[in-house]
């Protein structure tokens, strides 16, 4: 048996004075009662099958029921394998969800913020993590993830109708989120780790005004992230010396002139980070950079000129603001030592 009450208090003004919206009070009390069951059914050791069912009763949406599915199956100590499926409901923040479009002159649609209603998706994915026998007992592990989204009432915060407003609704078109990622790490000699890892995303919002509908990526989500991380440490880790590359890949950016403008793109680019380490007894001196290319994105501040007329957007930040950093420290342990 489960119970959960949540009272939100949230009080909204805009005070750019040709908007003029007042004081509001965007409040709501959610009580949830529920309960529910799992079974773990383990017939043999390389096979799990755990399900799982809910059903609460939300003072706001009404009933709702909640199935899951867990499957790991052991193929050999070396090949696993895990699939999941189930359906999940949240009932939207659309102030604290979207903060950031604060950073703007756009009005926000307080009366389509008071209209939305919780959201249900449906999640299907699995794994697959692969141990390679590598250098005596050494392994490579590399792990493959895909996750499949599928929203059935989502709520929509919509920054391309115009540039002065952002528009709140439930849409009951489609729209999904597909997610694809690979993970490899090793050791390609003693006290030197590896690990790379790459995630491709792909999630489609359908937008409405009421008469069109529009199909578009979510803005402000990269399509795709990479890391690599190089790690070595001396006999006893004497000295440790760690390096970081991401590669951060486009973001689209909201379409000024409405569903019928021009779709723009960030441009991809990669940040680099390195720190090395000189450990000690009694103390630790550090130093590192960050931002190894001074790589910084051009112009953040729409309109920066004119902070209190339509047009100011500080919200489409989609890369560094501060160039190359560089630091360093010491770290000291005091009392006795073991």
Known sequence: MSFQSDNYQTYFKDRLAENNIPLTNINRLEIVPGAYAQYTWTPTRRFTLILGLREDYNSLAGWLFTPRTNLRYALSNNVIFRLSVGRGYRTPNAIAD???????TRLFDIAG???LKIEEAWNYGGNATFYIPFKEEDKITVSIDYFHTDFKNQAIADVDRNANDVWFYNST?????????????????ERFDV?????????????????????????MTPRFRGLLNLGYATKFR???????????????????????????YSPTYPVFFAQVTKNTKRFDVYAGLENLTNYRQANPIINYENPFVKGFDASQVWGPLSGRYIYAGIRLRLGKMY
């Open 173 to 189: 078109a489609k729209s999904f989120a597909n997610v694809w990622q690979a993970d490899v790490s090793f050791s390609p000699f």
């Open 195 to 219: 690990l790379t890892a790459f995630r491709y995303n792909q999630t489609i919002v359908t937008y409405s005004d009421g008469t069109q509908t529009y199909r578009a990526e979510k803005p």
């Open 113 to 115: 913020i008071q209209k």
């Open 238 to 264: 004497k000295w440790v010396f760690d390096f970081t590359a991401q590669l951060n890949g486009p973001v689209r950016l909201p379409n000024k002139a409405g569903y019928s403008g021009t779709t723009q």
């Open 98 to 104: 979207n903060i950031g479009l604060m950073a703007s």
